[in-house]
């Protein structure tokens, strides 16, 4: 699900959320999140039923060298 609809999460695109992770259900696509930031919008994903999800909440990046 693209950065710009899981930033927005709360602000009436939880339904854009739903119906992503709906449509690649049907079609046995698995749901990655990106950009997850707070525990609120980890939370909402969860309710969704998103299969995974990346961003600050978990970490944030590592420097590579």
């Given at each position: ?59 944030a ?5």
């Amino acid at each position: 699900i693209s950065p710009r609809v899981v930033l927005a999460l709360g602000h009436k695109q939880t339904a854009a959320a739903q119906e992503i992770h709906s449509q690649c259900s049907a079609m046995n696509i698995r749901t990655i999140a990106e950009y997850v930031e707070t525990q609120e919008v980890l939370e909402e994903l969860r309710r969704i039923g998103v299969h995974h999800a990346q961003g600050f909440v978990f970490e944030a990046p590592k420097l590579l060298t």
